[in-house]
C-alpha cells in the first residue's frame, strides 16, 4: 500500500529566507506526487505534479520540488518566502496500485517570521 | 470560472443528529470526489464518484455515512447519526476525469463540529 511521511509539523522561517518542506513516500513503483497548500478557511491548492520526466518540477508561486527516486523523497523548496506563504503544505502520492487515489500526508504548517 | 462550491461553511450539531452537506463542482468535471480532513491531518477520501456512479466508497463508514449524486452533477454528503469523532472539515473536490494526472480542484470545505 503507499503512504507517504511529512517529518515535520511545523516549520518556522523568516521571510527572505529559503525553505524547504520534507515529503517521503513508499511505494514499490514511481508513484505521481503532488503539492498543495490549504490557506486558513481554503481549500486545497495545487502547488505543482511529478508524473515523469524531469526530476526538478517547477510549480506556481515560485515553489519547485524535486523527486529523489534514491530516497523515495519529494521536498518542496523555495528560494525566497513571503508572508503570504504562511500555510499549511501537504504531500499527496497517487498510484495504481490504489486506484490513483490520492493518499495525503499529515501536513506541515509553515509559519513565516517578518 | 467559478470553483467548487460547497455549503454550508460552518455547522454545529449535537451528537445523534444528522447533518447534510451539498456540493457544486466545476461545470463539466465529470468526477467528484469527497474527503474528510480531521484536524492535524490530511484529507482522506470517503467517496469517489465519476458523472452519477460510485467509482470508489471503500473508505465510507456506510452504517451512518450516506452520499448521491443525482444527475452526475451537484451532490450530497449525509451523516445519520452524527458521533462526535465525526468532527472534522468534510472537502469536495471535483476534476475532469479520473486517473491520478487529473488535477482536482478543491471547494472551501464545510466545517462540522459535533457537540
Known amino acids: 500500500a503507499q503512504s507517504v511521511t511529512q517529518p515535520d509539523i511545523h516549520i518556522t522561517v523568516s521571510e527572505g529566507a529559503s525553505l524547504e518542506l520534507r515529503c517521503n513516500y513508499s511505494?514499490?513503483?514511481?508513484?505521481?506526487l503532488f503539492w498543495y497548500v490549504q490557506s486558513p478557511g481554503q481549500g486545497l491548492q495545487l502547488l505543482l505534479k511529478?508524473?515523469?520526466?524531469?526530476?526538478l518540477v517547477q510549480g506556481i508561486k515560485g515553489f519547485e520540488a524535486e523527486f529523489k527516486r534514491s530516497q523515495s523523497s519529494f521536498n518542496l523548496r523555495k528560494p525566497s518566502v513571503h508572508w503570504s506563504d504562511a500555510a499549511e503544505y501537504f504531500c499527496?502520492?497517487?498510484?495504481?496500485?490504489?486506484?490513483?487515489?490520492?493518499?495525503f500526508g499529515r501536513g506541515t504548517s509553515l509559519i513565516v517570521h517578518p | 470560472e467559478a470553483g467548487v462550491a460547497q455549503s454550508p461553511r460552518y455547522k454545529i450539531i449535537e451528537k445523534r443528529q444528522s447533518v447534510a452537506f451539498w456540493c457544486n463542482p466545476i461545470?463539466?468535471?465529470?468526477?467528484l470526489y469527497w474527503y474528510q480532513q480531521i484536524l492535524g491531518q490530511g484529507p482522506k477520501l470517503l467517496i469517489q464518484?465519476?458523472?452519477?456512479?460510485?467509482?470508489?466508497d471503500s473508505q465510507l463508514p456506510k452504517d451512518r455515512f450516506s452520499a448521491e449524486r443525482l444527475k452526475g452533477v451537484d451532490s450530497t454528503l449525509k451523516i445519520q447519526p452524527a458521533k462526535l469523532e465525526d468532527s472534522a472539515v468534510y472537502l469536495c473536490?471535483?476534476?475532469?476525469?479520473?486517473?491520478?494526472?487529473?488535477?482536482?480542484?478543491f471547494g472551501p470545505g464545510t466545517r462540522l463540529t459535533v457537540l
Open positions: 473536490a471535483s476534476s475532469m476525469g479520473t486517473g491520478g494526472f487529473n488535477e482536482q480542484f
Open positions: 511505494y514499490g513503483a514511481t508513484p505521481y
Open positions: 511529478y508524473f515523469s520526466g524531469d526530476t
Open positions: 499527496a502520492v497517487a498510484t495504481s496500485g490504489g486506484s490513483y487515489i490520492p493518499t
Open positions: 461545470s463539466g468535471h465529470a468526477t
Open positions: 464518484f465519476q458523472n452519477n456512479g460510485v467509482v470508489d
